[in-house]
């Protein structure tokens, strides 16, 4: 079997899953659709959760795409997938751990189902944004910056080690703690002209080749 379950602690009668590794070790997936039910012994389980570091360091899968149904993913769930170029969150997505993608350097999409009452991913921008608050929560090197989205969340690009360079626009408001913190390869941020932005603890700690921090 390629994954693993056990009893949701979230959701009663349902399940959460994970990898199973032994399976997947030498087994190469173009796309891996995570299911929201599941077959063991003829019986149909119901999957709303991936877990914690679920599919953590998998570097199996290209593209990855959760079912509708799944309501959580977990912390770390997918760091580690480097050969990880999309993933696809459902509708039903409903909450987002930390650091869902740390150190996913290969990674160049992220969309949420345009039925998602929670999160959207707007204008292409290939982040996760919570409609409430017009957070950006998960980002990668390709992520872009609508307006409408002022603030970008704690961790939102944490270990995003294919992010190269950075250009704050103007209607940033807030960037929470930890947001860019770990991305190793960033060189360059340049911040908007005239732009008044809060920044959270720690915004670009462990950026080790940062060398050109540009005020206009």
């Given at each position: 079997?390629?994954?693993?379950?056990?009893p949701?602690?979230?959701?009663?009668?349902?399940?959460?899953?994970?990898a199973?590794k032994?399976?997947?070790?030498?087994e190469?997936?173009?796309?891996?659709?995570i299911?929201?039910?599941?077959?063991v012994?003829?019986?149909?389980?119901?999957?709303?959760?991936?877990a914690?570091n679920?599919?953590a360091?998998?570097g199996?899968a290209q593209?990855?795409?959760?079912?509708?149904?799944?309501?959580t993913?977990?912390h770390?769930?997918f760091s580690?997938?480097?050969?990880?170029?999309?993933?696809?969150?459902?509708s039903?997505?409903r909450?987002?751990g930390?650091?869902v993608?740390?150190?996913?350097?290969?990674?160049e999409?992220?969309?949420?189902s345009?039925?998602?009452?929670?999160f959207?991913?707007?204008?292409?921008?290939?982040a996760?944004?919570?409609?409430?608050?017009?957070t950006?929560?998960?980002?990668?090197?390709?992520?872009?910056f609508?307006?409408?989205v002022?603030?970008?969340g704690?961790?939102?690009?944490f270990?995003?080690?294919?992010?190269e360079?950075?250009?704050?626009?103007?209607?940033?408001?807030?960037?929470?703690?930890y947001?860019?913190?770990?991305?190793?390869?960033?060189?360059g941020?340049?911040?908007?002209?005239g732009?008044?932005?809060?920044?959270?603890?720690s915004?670009?700690?462990?950026?080790s080749?940062l060398?050109?921090?540009h005020?206009?």
């Open positions: 079997r390629l994954f693993r379950l056990s949701s602690q979230s959701h009663r009668s349902a399940y959460t899953i994970s199973n032994d399976t997947l070790v030498d190469i997936i173009d796309t891996l659709v299911p929201a039910v599941v077959k012994e003829g019986k149909e389980c119901i999957v709303k959760d991936i914690t679920g599919f360091n998998c199996f593209h990855v795409i959760i079912s509708e149904g799944i309501e993913v977990g770390a769930a580690g997938c480097s050969a990880m170029k999309s993933i696809a969150f459902p039903s997505l909450e987002l930390d650091r993608i740390l150190g996913c350097e290969s990674l999409s992220i969309t949420v345009e039925a998602n009452p929670i959207d991913s707007r204008d292409g921008c290939n996760v944004v919570q409609k409430s608050g017009s950006m929560l998960l980002g990668c090197a390709n992520t872009s609508p307006k409408g002022d603030k970008i704690k961790q939102a690009f270990g995003c080690s294919g992010l360079s950075l250009k704050i626009p103007s209607w940033i408001r807030t960037i929470g703690d947001a860019f913190a770990g991305c190793t390869r960033l060189s941020v340049t911040l908007p002209e732009g008044e932005i809060q920044f959270g603890l915004v670009f700690d462990g950026c080749s060398g050109q921090f005020i206009p």
